[in-house]
């Protein structure tokens, strides 16, 4: 059975661990695993005949279902399970032939909201695990990388100009805080099971355990541990917290690995040549120009990151629209934006590990470019420092008196800036108010770094099970 969608136009999507978790495929067997799970929670009840639930999960094997057929049928009444349980029941009365009246446990009390629901939380639940598996060793480079790099001289940049000197390894300590804290926050997302019945009354579940020792609740709370997913305390057909609250971690999550690799992709430019992408047989490839490498993993990444926004405004667009007491299209306009932000998520997450994992690092073109602004990068720090030891002259303080020799020394050529800011810099403070010794030490670069070993170390203590390294990475084989 062909997948509905093999990532063809969406390159990070494109792997066998997506399909696997996110195709077509595994959203039949996600809706069959609610249909079995519930016949098991019936059996165990005392609500459905004893040897149900075993033929039950015997004909919900995916392998048995045409997902392409399935697909066309559910035109017919707006949503996939409805011709799936047909098929179910089929196969349920072929394998039982009249022993067990195993019919009686599929599908009894649910509407097709409570399994579609349950579905894709449980899809959703196997997506995460393997995201936060990635992610988990991302971080654990990117902890590495952090303190191998920590005293690694480089320039950090605002408004995309040279702003103060930075360190390499506080620049990938700050990388692993954004996608550790969005981690933290997948992590803790609930993903709920679904159950209410055909209003979210629960009417016919109260007539099925009328007299029982059990109560509807108690069924959804089995079933939850049944499917290890979250009891809820209520139906929430048309409140979607569940929903959004997953679109905006994994959009998060997204956000974070974009700001590295659009870190990557500048830094990995020929005239900054900081950095590097692994390199791996056929990556990279232009097909018009061989010279090219292209850092394609963290292009994949982005563009990951770019769709993610649209696809939560979705999910918050439908919920905003859930009407009446179950709704109409705002439903369905949800399955196919959080399985592409799951499929995003996961297709990135694979391609944010292999970057982390094997990301080249040049410390001396990091220097290189420091250097290009000279003592002027230290100017602030200059001024802190100096400025208050100066008298006033001529009514201008001392801090406007430096920023002069800033402005005279910026109309200077770029290549003798630095050189100039250091004279003029000497000409303006008496060496009585500002040795040369003491000058030498307020124009280095690494005296001037202020708490970036600090925060560096502060970010990577709040995310211990983040630094660690991890051998639960997923099998992206």
């Known amino acids: 059975m062909a997948d509905g969608d093999v990532g063809l136009l969406s390159p990070v999507s494109a792997s066998p ?18 249909e079995a799970g519930w016949a098991a929670v019936l059996e165990k009840a005392g609500l459905a005949p004893a040897g149900a639930a075993a033929v039950v999960a015997s004909a919900a094997e995916a392998g048995r279902y045409d997902a392409a057929d399935i697909a066309l049928r ?12 047909a098929d179910l029941r089929k196969h349920v009365t072929a394998l039982d032939a009249g022993r067990v009246g195993a019919l009686k446990a599929v599908h009894t009390t649910l509407t097709s909201q409570d399994v579609l629901d349950t579905a894709l939380m449980l899809l959703a639940r196997n997506t995460v695990e393997a995201v936060l598996a990635d992610l988990k060793c991302t971080t654990a480079a990117l902890a590495i990388l952090s303190e191998k790099h920590a005293d690694t001289l480089g320039v950090g940049r605002s408004l995309t100009q040279h ?21 933290r926050q997948l992590e803790q997302v609930e993903l709920p099971v679904q159950f209410g019945g055909a209003a979210g009354t629960l009417a016919a579940g109260t007539v099925l355990t009328s007299g029982s020792a059990t109560s509807p609740f108690e069924l959804a709370d089995s079933l939850a541990r049944q499917l290890g997913l979250a009891a809820a305390p ?9 929903v959004t609250s997953l679109g905006n971690s994994l959009a998060s999550v997204l956000d974070a690995a974009g700001k590295i690799a659009t870190d990557v992709l500048f830094l990995s430019r020929p005239e900054v040549a900081e950095l590097a992408e692994p390199r791996a047989a056929g990556r990279g490839v232009s097909s018009a120009m061989p010279q090219k490498q292209n850092p394609v993993l963290s292009v994949l990444i982005r563009s990951a990151a770019l769709q993610a926004p649209q696809l939560v405004a979705q999910l918050h667009l439908a919920a905003a629209n859930f009407n009446d007491e179950r709704p109409d299209a705002a439903w369905h306009t949800e399955w196919p934006a959080l399985r592409q932000l799951l499929r995003l998520a996961l297709g990135a997450a694979g391609q944010l590990r292999e970057l982390a994992e094997g990301l080249q690092v040049f410390p001396d ?14 100017a602030e720090g200059v001024g802190a420092a100096v400025a208050p030891l100066l008298a006033e002259t001529d009514g201008r303080s001392g801090k406007v008196q430096l920023q002069a020799v800033v402005d005279r020394t910026l109309a200077a050529p770029a290549a003798e ?19 040369d ?4 030490e307020l124009l280095d670069p690494t005296g001037y770094l202020g708490q970036a070993a600090e925060i560096l170390r502060r970010i990577l203590a709040a995310y211990p099970d ?5 051998q639960n990475g997923a099998n992206r084989g």
């Open 17 to 34: 661990l997506v399909t696997v978790l996110t195709g077509d495929r595994a959203v039949l067997a996600a809706i069959l695993a609610v």
């Open 365 to 378: 073109a990091m220097r290189r470019n420091l250097d290009l602004a000279g003592p002027l990068l230290l």
């Open 234 to 242: 209520a139906p929430w057909h048309t409140n979607r917290l569940a």
């Open 417 to 435: 800036q630095g050189a100039t800011y250091r004279r003029l810099l000497r000409e303006a403070v008496p060496a009585g108010v500002l040795t």
């Open 163 to 183: 702003s103060l000197p930075f360190t390499f390894g506080l620049r990938a300590a700050q990388w692993f805080h954004g996608l550790a804290a969005a981690g």
């Open 437 to 440: 010794l003491r000058l030498d």
């Open 466 to 470: 983040f630094a660690a390294p991890t």
């Open 74 to 85: 559910a035109q017919g009444g707006g949503n996939p399970v409805i011709p799936l349980l």
